[in-house]
């Protein structure tokens, strides 16, 4: 059962010219490659990537932001027929570009963690500074979390010694209503933990 010209041309959306052609047996011509639009910002590319490769040895709080180099490009190459909108875009692109090219690699890298459910813990005790009786006052926190379901019991200590290291670790026990399975990440601030108490 063969179909209309005109159902032809809805159900491929296509126009009838193009139809005929393939219902004759000709091939469609080859598509002709779009020739790359010239961009006012081109003539000022290689002045961008060399403000993007001299980043990569400055420190972070002197990089240059989009708006810095659009100031640049403005102030001292009287470049007034670009706008910043132009600049932001190609330099969002670009810096990854640049620093990949300088081996210096993504600028984040992450490794997905998973947990099961009861198996890990983790462990933070560290000071903090609380107002108490009208008086700034350095305590204590302890935190343990679960690691699957982000369940956290807290602690105020008034001192930082192993007793309390240890108190904190049974309250959370029976407040969480056991131990973990697997094991317990610690994460202790320098010099608040004694290493026998964490081994």
């Not at 032809?8 to 052609?21: D, F, G, I, K």
């Not at 240059?64 to 180099?69: F, K, L, S, W």
């Not at 009861?118 to 609380?130: K, M």
Request: proline share 6%.
């Amino acid at each position: 059962m063969g179909m209309s010209l005109r159902a032809l041309q809805r159900t491929h959306n296509v126009t009838w010219r193009t139809v005929r052609r393939a219902l004759d047996g000709q091939w469609p011509e080859p598509r002709k490659k779009q020739r790359r639009k010239e961009s006012r910002l081109d003539p000022y590319k290689p002045l961008i990537d060399g403000m993007l490769l001299a980043d990569l040895d400055a420190p972070p709080k002197q990089r240059h932001t989009a708006q810095r180099i659009y100031d640049r490009l403005v102030e001292d190459h009287a470049a007034d027929d670009i706008s910043y909108s132009m600049v932001r875009v190609y330099v969002k692109d670009r810096r990854k570009e640049v620093r990949r090219q300088a081996g210096v690699g993504p600028d984040a890298m992450f490794v997905p963690q998973t947990h099961l459910p009861g198996a890990e813990a983790e462990v933070d005790f560290g000071d903090v500074h609380v107002m108490l009786a009208g008086k700034m006052t350095k305590v204590y926190l302890f935190s343990m979390r679960l690691s699957y379901s982000g369940k956290a019991v807290h602690r105020v200590f008034a001192s930082c010694g192993q007793e309390a290291f240890f108190e904190g670790h049974v309250h959370a026990f029976r407040v969480l209503g056991g131990t973990p399975r697997g094991r317990i990440r610690y994460d202790c601030e320098d010099n608040q933990v004694p290493l026998r108490a964490v081994a």
